[in-house]
């Protein structure tokens, strides 16, 4: 019985530290990197019209 309520609250720990770490990790990127991608391909499509 100990050994199974060992495993139980092993898994769970394990839950939110995978929860928590995708947490940490998502924090940790910059924000709208796909927007500054996009408005630099404008502006170089402009700028060649200029």
């Not at 495993?7 to 924000?31: D, H, K, N, Q, Y």
Request: net charge positive.
């Amino acid at each position: 019985m100990l050994a199974r309520r060992f495993t139980i609250v092993c898994l769970l720990m394990s839950l939110f530290g995978m929860f928590f770490a995708i947490l940490v990790a998502e924090a940790g990127r910059p924000a709208r990197a796909w927007d500054k991608a996009s408005s630099c391909q404008f502006d170089c499509v402009n700028h060649f019209r200029h």
